[in-house]
DNA sequence: AATTTCATGTAATTCGTTACATGATTCC
DNA sequence: GGAATCATGTAACGAATTACATGAAATT
């Protein structure tokens, strides 16, 4: 019955906090926005979000009204009143418990919360983070990170002469990765501890710009944007 | 039943090309000296052995000693000299079935072998796979990353405005991963395309073709499997 | 003698996908 | 009016893990 994902999970939460959504418009933005995650599909999804109602940390609001969304163009639909409504759209909205939820799940740092998949999540979420969690959240990767990196280099030490050239070259690579993503937050920690904290934004998102005074907040990096409005997500 | 994990089955039937070897082994193998494969647990990797020798590809044979042949069974005496009783530790070898099967799963290149991890299995075992079948797979695993570099662009450019400055570091350090990787690739299409592979890093210059007849620029391929033993006590 | 490491397995559980159903809305 | 997309779900399956169980060999 619990489908208790932990990622999923967390994720949905972090993402609701922000605004209420139904399933559809939710995957979208795990797919997309966040880039990271990998592609649950509905079959994850749905589960996923009947049992948080169950746990009460969402309640579930029909929400049939085009009044919210863009009604584009004219011809409309010709009545509103439904007495047999519209197929419910279903909004899911996290209530003051789910948000308490979220809150103390932001704030626990377990062991878990070095994994790849799960720091990315953490990551993509520490604009809700309070600073020492962020720290404690980069840290933990960093030595996790380097354990790994201690285990590549023994082991590279000790089956190098018996490699052929590919299985070398994989493994170089492999760790030239981890070495990359070491230095990458040896800068945000370096970052974190100079800059001033940055905000907990609230639910209705304040998008405000930072200061490019280079005194504090993250490393800025080139941009790239190539002007591409291309259509939206994989299969 | 059916265990077939695919890349599981794959990693196994190429480290039992190379050599003779038994579970516990077979599985450090897997976790350190392929490196990139992620940890298998035994709960996986025993089941999945079993199927495999269901389907004939692999056979067990009782080993420890080498002058001990006794059965499971056995177990007897244990007494003083040099006979033996290891308890029997299972070394499974690949049958000409088997190499058969992993021939053909090495030419193979279906649309799953550009993902991520199973990417990683084919590579490791690019000793032992033909120069074309290298080249698909390079550069499909490029394609692949380019048609998800274009997602991801797409992606940041319509969401770029609404999303907090950590959200967009996540991303662009996701970016930069994989176009990294790409660059990866192309030195090593460029390289295959060019014959000999001469990569840095790799202490041993070692250009010794001994592939007979064909591709150039075969890596060392070292064969030590040992010749068919005629036996039929297979399953 | 006791502990660690080697070695092999099984059962229950977790996490997630595919394929299947269904229906509503918008685009052409 | 038909296709594509939006939207929600369920059942069956798949892949792999963890926890459990066992036992032999080497190390201390």
Known sequence: MSRR??????????????????????RKRLNTSLGIFRAFSY???YPCLKTLVASGWLIEEPAGD??????????STASSSSLTGRR??????LTAEGKEHFEELLSHTGPDAWEDEHFAARFAFFGQTERD???????????????????????LARTRE???????????HGMESVEREVRWLNELIESERSGRDRRRSSPEGSAQQDTPGETGGLPRHRDNTPPDPS???AK
Do not use: C, N
């Open 5 to 26: 994902s932990g990622i999923l999970e967390f994720a949905v939460l972090g993402l609701l906090r922000e605004s209420p959504m139904h399933g559809y418009e939710l």
């Open 43 to 45: 079959g994850t999804l």
């Open 66 to 75: 085009p009044a919210d969304t863009a009604p584009v163009t004219g011809r």
């Open 88 to 93: 419910a759209k279903i909004v899911y909205r």
């Open 133 to 155: 969690v962020r720290m404690r959240v980069l840290e933990g990767r960093r030595s996790r990170l380097e354990e790994r990196l201690e285990k590549m280099r023994a082991s």
């Open 162 to 172: 018996r490699l052929d050239d590919y299985t070398l070259e994989l493994q170089r």
């Open 231 to 233: 259509d939206d997500t």
